[in-house]
């Protein structure tokens, strides 16, 4: 069985940074690209950032590129996203994703139980 | 930047159809997802490549995308369909999703 257990999320003053880790299992981890989204609370999922298998290709949100950096360690099975001078903005809880193997489009078919980040003084 | 628009809302009574527009431009060239998220609960993925469904997805989802307009619709709607859905596409390598539609059953 797939699961994706996100943690390192946290209290960040403005300016701060954190590690946030997404350990996953039950499936090839190194086959896959892999996603961060985030929801600030009540709000809706914005997209965040995607990696390839071999981290060749790294694309983020606007809102977010020169800040966070994804990144994965495929013999530890674990997906990352270095997210540095936060703002109140950032708030949010933030979920890892796996793409699906479609044929065509994209789209993310297991999801962890997120990790919140408040970034507040 | 490319945008995905969402009714805030639909109501639908138990038994009969919801359905869900997704607003976009050209959307129709691109595929489309739709996720479910119920309160305090992870997105699932309910719809992929326009109209295809998940396994343990339930038949009565269905996807549509045609024009500028993606449709998510719920057939037989359920009191455990009560959530928030959105849609999802790509433009040039960035994800996009919807604003959100949140379906009551009442």
């Known amino acids: 069985e797939v699961h994706l257990v996100e943690s390192g999320g946290g209290l960040v003053q403005p300016g701060g940074s954190l590690r946030l880790s997404c350990a996953a299992s039950?499936?090839?981890?190194?086959?896959?690209?892999m996603q961060w989204v985030r929801q600030a609370p009540g709000k809706g999922l914005v997209w965040v950032s995607r990696?390839?298998?071999?981290?060749?290709?790294?694309t983020y949100a606007d809102s977010v590129k020169g800040r966070f950096t994804i990144s994965r360690d495929n013999a530890k099975n674990t997906l990352y996203l270095q997210v540095n001078s936060l703002r109140a903005e950032d708030t949010a809880v933030y979920y890892c994703?796996?793409?699906?193997?479609?044929?065509?489009?994209?789209?993310?078919?297991?999801w962890g139980q997120g990790t919140l980040v408040t970034v507040s003084s | 930047s490319y945008e995905l628009t969402q009714p805030p809302s639909v109501s639908v009574s138990p038994g009969q159809t919801a359905s869900i527009a997704c607003s976009g431009d050209?959307?129709?060239?691109?595929?489309a997802s739709w996720y479910q998220q119920k309160p305090g609960q992870s997105p699932v993925l309910v719809i992929f490549?326009?109209?295809k469904r998940p396994s343990g997805i339930p038949e009565r989802f269905s996807g549509s995308n045609s024009g500028n307009t993606a449709t998510l619709t719920i057939s037989g709607t359920q009191d455990l369909d009560e959530a928030d859905y959105y849609c999802?596409?790509?433009?040039?390598?960035?994800?996009?999703f919807g604003t959100g539609t949140k379906v009551s059953v009442l």
């Open positions: 994703a796996r793409e699906s193997l479609a044929a065509a489009g994209i789209s993310l078919d297991y």
């Open positions: 039950g499936f090839t981890f190194s086959s896959y690209w």
């Open positions: 990696v390839n298998s071999d981290e060749s290709t790294r």
């Open positions: 050209k959307l129709g060239d691109k595929y």
């Open positions: 490549q326009d109209n």
């Open positions: 999802q596409t790509w433009d040039t390598s960035t994800g996009v």
